[in-house]
């Protein structure tokens, strides 16, 4: 158990509908990143917040967003829905930002677009 | 970023020893070799990382070439539950993200 909480674990939708992945990072780490994982595109980083605030983005599409709340739980919104975004979503923290050990992930949201 | 290559599969028996070749000729010098390994199903995982000495902890061994353009991740007593995905990652600065690649897929055979 890393400690890295994401809800839900699977979520089925159609296309053009709007979801929220949610993710608790471990207690006290500041960090969240999340990250994409399709079959033909491996694991990819989309964004990464710090103590509330936008870090760093990667292939985040417009269609998606994510924000960290003063609690630091992390949301990452998706909409506009098409079949291609079906993949795991995860999500990792970290302490802070200088830090250079590990990443903890969670055990992934499955999300299916029909 | 500086990339790395590694074998897309290998296979090893259980109970042997494996190692896990990496390659990245283009490292520089503040980038730090990471592994995570990712089991089916579920996130990846963190194994080990280093700089530039070879390091040891309770998962396995990472030893760094001299000259740091390739690591070798050594695995001293492969199990079954050691089938997994491992990648081979370099994490450019201090708190930067972790870019993945393909990884190499470990088949454990008993």
């Known amino acids: 158990d890393s400690g890295v909480t994401q809800t839900p674990k699977h979520l089925i939708t159609a296309t053009g509908q709007r979801v929220t992945l949610r993710c608790s990072p471990r207690s006290g780490d500041l960090s969240v990143y999340w990250y994409q994982q399709s079959l033909d595109q491996g694991l990819q980083f989309l964004i990464q917040y710090y103590n509330g605030e936008e870090r760093a983005k990667g292939n985040i599409l417009e269609r998606f967003s994510a924000q960290q709340f003063p609690d630091l739980h992390s949301e990452l919104n998706l909409s506009s829905l098409e079949l291609g975004d079906s993949a795991l979503y995860f999500c990792?923290?970290?302490?802070?930002?200088?830090?250079?050990?590990?990443?903890?992930f969670g055990e992934g949201s499955r999300l299916t677009v029909l | 970023d500086a990339k790395t290559t590694q074998p897309n599969s290998m296979e090893s028996n259980e109970e042997e020893p494996v190692h896990l070749p990496c390659n990245h000729s283009t490292i520089s010098g503040t980038d730090y070799i990471h592994w995570y390994r990712q089991l089916p199903s579920q996130g990846p995982e963190y194994v080990i990382h280093?700089?530039?000495s070879n390091v040891n902890n309770r998962m396995a061994s990472l030893a760094i070439a001299e000259d740091r353009k390739s690591s070798t991740l050594i695995l001293h007593r492969a199990t079954l539950r050691d089938a997994a995905v491992y990648y081979c990652i370099l994490r450019r600065n201090a708190g930067n993200m972790l870019t993945f690649g393909g990884g190499t897929r470990l088949m454990v055979k008993p």
């Open positions: 990792a923290s970290t302490p802070g930002t200088s830090d250079t050990g590990e990443l903890f």
């Open positions: 280093g700089l530039t």
